[in-house]
């Protein structure tokens, strides 16, 4: 971090070279050579803060998160890791989940009004759409995942409309959902 008086220098010293035109240095032979970048680099010698032009630094890079795929299609990235059980079929799972368009726009949420704050089903037997299926079947408990959901598993080429024709998800969509897995344990006999 530039400690706050060698900025203070430094806009002094843009400012004094860019106002009165002074530099250490011999101006070029060019005037058009001349550029921002080396005004600020001779205020910057001129001010003895050539070095702090080099420490101050961009935002810090994140690198993009890993893309798995399931082997039927679903694509998921890891948004909070866990060590925790991995459910297998059969097994009642506890989930809370955001659904969302390919725009961005919620279509469904565990934490809607009227609704309870999670879902439970039994894991591969059909009771939510395959991807949602496929995805939670990657999972660990106390996982969280954002899960991109092909057309094909999920509602289709029919979507869920309405007998009047109005779409709440229009057939073919791709859905996106975020999904956070709480609990999974055999179902009782």
């Given at each position: 971090m530039v400690p706050s008086r060698c900025l203070h220098v430094l806009f002094f010293s843009l400012a004094l070279a860019s106002c009165s035109g002074y530099s250490p240095y011999p101006p070029p032979?060019?005037?058009?050579?001349?550029?921002?970048?080396?005004?600020?680099?001779?205020?910057l010698n001129f001010a003895g803060l050539a070095t702090a032009a080099s420490t101050i630094s961009a935002a810090p890079s994140f690198a993009a998160p890993v893309i798995y795929n399931t082997p039927k299609g679903v694509k998921y990235a890891i948004t909070k890791p866990s060590n925790g059980k991995i459910p297998i079929g059969g097994d009642l799972v506890v989930v809370e989940y955001t659904g969302y368009l390919s725009n961005g726009q919620i279509f469904d949420a565990t934490h809607a009004e009227g609704k309870k704050n999670e879902l439970m089903f039994k894991l591969?037997?059909?009771?939510?759409?395959?991807?949602?299926?496929?995805?939670?079947?990657?999972m660990q408990v106390g996982q969280k995942i954002q899960a991109?959901?092909?057309?094909?598993?999920?509602?289709?080429?029919?979507?869920?409309?309405?007998?009047?024709?109005?779409?709440?998800?229009?057939?073919?969509?791709?859905?996106?959902?975020d999904i956070s897995l709480f609990k999974t344990s055999i179902p009782p006999p």
């Open positions: 032979s060019d005037p058009a050579v001349t550029t921002r970048r080396s005004a600020i680099s001779r205020a591969g037997t059909g009771q939510v759409i395959p991807g949602l299926d496929e995805a939670v079947a990657q991109i959901i092909p057309p094909s598993l999920a509602y289709g080429e029919k979507g869920v409309c309405l007998e009047n024709g109005e779409c709440l998800i229009k057939p073919d969509s791709t859905l996106v959902y």
